[in-house]
């Protein structure tokens, strides 16, 4: 079984191609959120890379939030569009799951934080059991604040991943002290092959969804969507 897997969750664009025994190629680029001019030339690279075709896919999977909500939609819309074309299978994968899937060795509890913007983040608990990953937390979006006082609770260390790190690093150390970690630069930001094998396990397991009902899982309601109801709720007051 071969899989494209994409992420577009965030400032990362990434894209890889794996089956069941390997990654057979990937792209990462971590530099302007273009994602409408990036992807499909990295998907096209890929395909010429690895000398496969979109017939050859046999599942289409991308990360499907949370994230940046235009850049969802072009992951998602991207992935739907293959799919549509030659009648595949689709899987979403969440952000948050692919970033911890990053640190799938590690010993501590892993927490993957994305900058919501307005001192929140997007955030879910994880442990490692055997190479396995356990969530110890639903998908939530929460203040840094609430976030740190919850861990503080634990006598475990913690290591953080994703684009938040760079954002509340300094605070992070000095509430959490030797409980915080961070993960190496390298493997903190979106990887498509985290993505692409924890699709792998899904369409295994025979866990695909239909391209038609595929949609972004964005967590919470856009800026415009709240300053809308915002007004709304003034009008009537």
């Known amino acids: 079984m071969k899989v494209l897997a994409i992420?577009?969750?965030?400032?990362?664009?990434?894209?890889?191609?794996?089956?069941?025994?390997?990654?057979?190629?990937?792209?990462?680029?971590?530099?302007?959120?273009?994602?409408?001019?990036?992807?499909?030339?990295?998907?096209?690279?890929?395909?010429?890379?690895?000398?496969?075709?979109?017939?050859?896919?046999?599942?289409?999977?991308?990360?499907?939030?949370?994230?940046?909500?235009?850049?969802?939609?072009?992951?998602?819309?991207?992935?739907?569009?293959?799919?549509?074309?030659?009648?595949?299978?689709?899987?979403?994968?969440?952000?948050?799951?692919?970033?911890?899937?990053?640190?799938?060795?590690?010993q501590h509890i892993i927490c993957p934080i994305m900058d919501a913007r307005r001192q929140q983040v997007y955030n879910a608990l994880y442990r490692c059991d055997n190479h396995t990953l356990r969530m110890l937390t639903p998908y939530r979006a929460l203040s840094i604040e609430a976030l740190v006082e919850e861990l503080i609770q634990t006598d475990e260390k913690v290591i953080f991943t994703g684009d938040g790190v760079p954002v509340f690093d300094a605070y992070l150390k000095e509430k959490l002290q030797a409980k915080c970690n961070f993960a190496p630069t390298a493997i903190r930001m979106q990887r498509a092959s985290s993505i692409g094998a924890l699709a792998m396990q899904k369409a295994l397991a025979g866990e695909v969804d239909d391209y038609m009902t595929f949609a972004p899982f964005y967590l919470r309601k856009s800026q415009a969507e709240r300053e809308y109801e915002n007004k709304l709720k003034a009008l009537t007051e």
């Open 7 to 106: 992420d577009t969750a965030s400032i990362v664009a990434t894209a890889a191609i794996m089956d069941e025994h390997k990654l057979i190629g990937e792209c990462i680029l971590n530099h302007d959120k273009t994602h409408s001019q990036k992807m499909m030339p990295m998907i096209q690279q890929l395909f010429e890379s690895t000398a496969l075709t979109p017939k050859e896919i046999d599942v289409f999977a991308a990360a499907n939030g949370p994230g940046s909500f235009t850049g969802l939609r072009i992951g998602v819309a991207t992935i739907k569009g293959f799919a549509h074309a030659l009648n595949k299978p689709v899987v979403g994968i969440s952000t948050l799951d692919g970033l911890a899937y990053n640190l799938a060795f590690c």
